[in-house]
C-alpha cells in the first residue's frame, strides 16, 4: 500500500506529528473478489469506506483527526486578533 504524508498538528499527542493516509490497491482487490467468487467484496467494501472515514492517521498514536496548524500558532493568532479589537 502507498502512502502520502502530511505534517499536522496532533491533538492526542499534543504536537506536530506526521499523518499518513494510505491507497487502495483496487487491482488486487478485484482479483480477490473474482477468485472468491464474490465473498470478498465485503471486505473491500468495509476497507473502502474505513479509508473514505478516517483517510489520515497519526503515526505515533493512530488519531486521524490532523490540525493545520500548531497549537502555539493559533494561540498566537488570537492573541494578536484581541490585541487589536
Same mark, same amino acid.
Given at each position: 500500500?502507498?502512502?502520502?504524508?502530511?505534517?499536522?498538528?496532533?491533538?492526542?499527542?499534543?504536537?506536530?506529528?506526521?499523518?499518513?493516509?494510505?491507497?487502495?490497491?483496487?487491482?488486487?482487490?478485484?482479483?480477490?473478489?473474482?477468485?472468491?467468487?464474490?465473498?470478498?467484496?465485503? #471486505?473491500?467494501? @468495509?476497507?473502502?469506506?474505513?479509508? +473514505?472515514? !478516517?483517510?489520515?492517521?497519526?503515526?505515533?498514536?493512530?488519531?486521524?483527526?490532523?490540525?493545520?496548524?500548531? #497549537?502555539?500558532? @493559533?494561540?498566537?493568532?488570537?492573541? +494578536?486578533? !484581541?490585541?487589536?479589537?
Amino acid at each position: 500500500m502507498t502512502k502520502d504524508r502530511i505534517r499536522g498538528y496532533c491533538p492526542r499527542c499534543g504536537h506536530d506529528q506526521i499523518f499518513e493516509k494510505g491507497h487502495i490497491h483496487h487491482g488486487v482487490h478485484l482479483f480477490l473478489a473474482v477468485i472468491t467468487l464474490g465473498i470478498w467484496l465485503v #471486505s473491500w467494501a @468495509s476497507i473502502y469506506f474505513y479509508h +473514505q472515514l !478516517r483517510p489520515w492517521r497519526c503515526q505515533q498514536c493512530g488519531w486521524n483527526k490532523p490540525l493545520p496548524r500548531s #497549537s502555539r500558532e @493559533s494561540s498566537s493568532m488570537a492573541e +494578536q486578533s !484581541r490585541s487589536e479589537g
